[in-house]
Structure formats: structure tokens, C-alpha cells
């Protein structure tokens, strides 16, 4: 398998090209609608059915949208048809993104340059690569999307690279990580990752919008918008940072816990249930995941249940093991901070599982 990624750039368009770039969505849309309203009616998401139909009539209703974003519309309301089995005729925004195969656009990483086509011929622009995305200017472009920023007026370019996954790494160590809401991360090999700045910053938010709300002013509904994604992209950074951390260790492989229906567990109150709606652990998990891959290294996912009364020293499962943070074992007596018995825990089921990486992962004992 290879190793995909999707960076994204801030495009410079003088404002003749953004005129045109807005026109070229409106026609996109435009064809967009006619090939879904066609699937819809005839309930039908195959694209040659639906291309043999709609291409003629969608040419003659945009004679200036190009073929290939004719056929990138259609695909992507065929694929709409099918996510809703043609139960509901899909919709498209007039300014959504658009996605452009590699007929349609050039795209030079190295000079940070892109020819886009539009219904007015190609537009040049220009783009500014981040120092962040240096290790990427030799990876291979498979596809590329505009999209347009209504509230900042601004188009981005986003670009899904494609590179040969790394040499795998040798030594096999395995590191476990419980995820919480008091801890973010507690690693096996004691490393606590606390999660009180996250926190306060939340409680911060959360005091300014029901301040900003009870007052209802224009001015106060400005600072709103003006807030508005500021502590979803400090929770990004915080995770961000944390993942690059643990990816950089010295152990080759990650286990975490599933936690896939930690939501549909039975709530205990308001309040709590606030907490959880907060706590990014899925995002924390793919950050970790992509990070390890670029490193040639595993992620894997273990039985959350148990983890957490389960003794890691003597193996012993009983529910009054643990109370709060602290983990005393009834049967042996030994006595461990919680998060941190349970990261060890996690890490003897990552090891049990080691059986599931890649077979041409190599299996080296520890």
C-alpha cells in the first residue's frame, strides 16, 4: 500500500481570474444538478447510463465549462446517488469545491505554480508552499479540488499525493496509549500528556459564549463569528503536537484502544456528557495513525473493555481494581496510577496482537 496525504494551498488570483473561478463553479454546479436530477428520477448512480444521457444537453446548457469538469460533476453526483441509494435528490452549494483530474490542471510544487481550467481558458496563479510541506514536493499528485472560502473570499488548492510507503522498521516495540478526558494520552512507558490546558481553554470559550449569547447585540454576534473555530483549531494543536511526540518515539508500534461506540454508552448527566462531545480522541487516533506511516510504523487497535480493572501486573479483572485515578489490585495488592496501568494493559494486547501487521512486516523479538 502507499502512503496518501492532502495538503492545501492559499491561492493568489487576481480579480479578474476569481470572477472567472466563481463562474466556473457556477457552471459546475449547473451540471452537477442536471446529471443528479436524471439519476434521481431514473434511479440510476451508473455513470456510463448517465453520461450516454446528460452530456450532450449539459454541453449545449455550458458550452464554456470544459468536458473533463463535465464528467467530474457527473461522477460526483453519481456518487452522491449512490451514498443515498437515489432515496433523495443530492443537492450541491453554487460554491462548492470542484475537483479537477490532471488534464484539467498542472500543479508545479516545486515552483509553486498551477494553470487551473476554467470557462474562460486556463488561469496562472501562484501559491506559497509552507516549510511544513517540503518533504512532500516529490511525492506524486493523483488529484487536486478548488474550493472558495465565502467569508474570507479566498480559493484554496487542495493536492492528494501519493508516495511508496516507507522502508518498515525492524525493531518491534510496542507502545500502549490510553486516551481519557482528564489525561489525553498516557503512555506505557510513563509519559502523561494532561490535558488541564485544553480544559481551561474550553471553559474560557464556553464562558465567552454564553456571556456573547445573553447579551444578543449585533456587536456581540460579530464577536461570536469572530471566535468561531478558534477552540476547535487550538484542540487541533494541541493533538497535532501530542501525536508528533509519541510518533517519534523510539517504539515502532502504537496500540490503542477502539473506541468506536464510546458514544452510545449508557450517560450519567449533562455535564458529562458535554465532556465527551469535547474530547477528540478520534482525531488524536488518525493523527497518530498518519504520522506513524510516513515513519514506516503500525498503529493498532485493541478491546477497550476491561483495560481499566484489569491488573497489569498479576492479569487480576475486578471493577473495584479501580477508584477515580487510582488503581489498587485486590488480589496482589499492587498499586499503579490508573491511566497508566491501563496503558500497560494496552500495550500486552498490542503485543498479543502483533499477528495482524502486513505480512511483509517483519517480526523481530523486542
Not at 41 to 68: A, C, F, G, I, M
Not at 303 to 330: I, L, M, V
Amino acid at each position: 500500500m502507499n502512503v496518501l496525504r492532502t495538503v492545501t494551498f492559499k491561492l493568489k488570483l487576481a480579480n479578474q481570474d476569481r470572477c472567472t473561478l466563481l463562474d466556473t463553479m457556477r457552471a459546475y454546479t449547473n451540471a452537477f444538478s442536471a446529471s443528479a436530477t436524471w439519476g434521481f428520477e431514473n434511479e440510476s448512480w451508473n455513470k456510463v447510463d448517465n453520461h450516454n444521457t446528460t452530456y450532450k444537453l449539459v454541453r449545449q446548457n455550458n458550452p464554456e465549462l470544459p468536458s473533463s469538469l463535465v464528467q467530474g460533476a457527473r461522477d460526483c453526483a453519481c456518487e452522491a446517488l449512490k451514498a443515498v441509494k437515489c432515496k433523495s435528490l443530492p443537492e450541491r452549494k453554487t460554491f462548492a469545491a470542484m475537483r479537477y483530474n490532471q488534464r484539467v490542471i498542472t500543479v508545479n510544487l516545486i515552483r509553486g505554480i498551477a494553470t487551473i481550467a476554467s470557462t474562460k481558458g486556463r488561469i496562472k496563479t501562484t501559491f506559497k508552499i509552507p516549510d511544513c510541506y517540503q518533504d512532500y514536493l516529490t511525492w506524486k499528485i493523483k488529484s487536486s479540488t478548488i474550493s472558495y472560502d465565502k467569508r474570507s473570499k479566498t480559493f484554496y488548492l487542495h493536492v492528494s499525493l501519493e508516495h511508496p510507503d516507507p522502508e518498515l522498521t525492524q525493531d518491534i516495540k510496542v507502545l500502549g496509549i490510553d486516551r481519557g478526558i482528564v489525561n489525553i494520552a498516557v503512555c506505557s512507558d510513563n509519559t502523561f500528556y494532561n490535558s488541564k490546558k485544553v480544559k481551561d481553554t474550553r471553559a474560557k470559550y464556553a464562558h465567552l459564549r454564553k456571556e456573547l449569547q445573553s447579551k444578543g447585540t449585533r456587536s456581540a454576534k460579530r464577536k461570536l463569528k469572530k471566535l468561531s473555530g478558534r477552540e476547535r483549531r487550538f484542540a487541533t494543536d494541541v493533538n497535532h503536537c501530542i501525536s508528533k511526540q509519541i510518533a517519534n518515539s523510539e517504539h515502532a508500534v502504537f496500540a490503542l484502544e477502539d473506541l468506536s461506540k464510546i458514544r452510545v454508552q449508557k450517560r450519567r448527566g449533562k455535564q458529562f456528557n458535554r465532556k465527551l462531545n469535547n474530547w477528540s480522541f478520534y482525531q488524536l487516533e488518525q493523527f497518530i495513525r498518519y504520522k506513524a506511516e510516513t515513519l514506516g510504523k503500525h498503529v493498532l487497535l485493541v478491546d477497550a473493555r476491561y483495560t481499566s480493572q484489569k491488573c497489569s501486573e498479576c492479569g487480576h479483572t475486578h471493577k473495584g481494581n479501580r477508584e477515580g485515578s487510582a488503581f489498587r489490585c485486590r488480589k496482589c495488592g499492587f498499586e499503579l496510577h490508573a491511566d497508566l496501568n491501563a496503558s500497560r494493559n494496552i500495550a500486552q494486547a498490542g503485543i498479543s496482537c502483533l499477528g495482524r501487521l502486513p505480512v511483509n512486516q517483519p517480526i523481530v523479538a523486542a
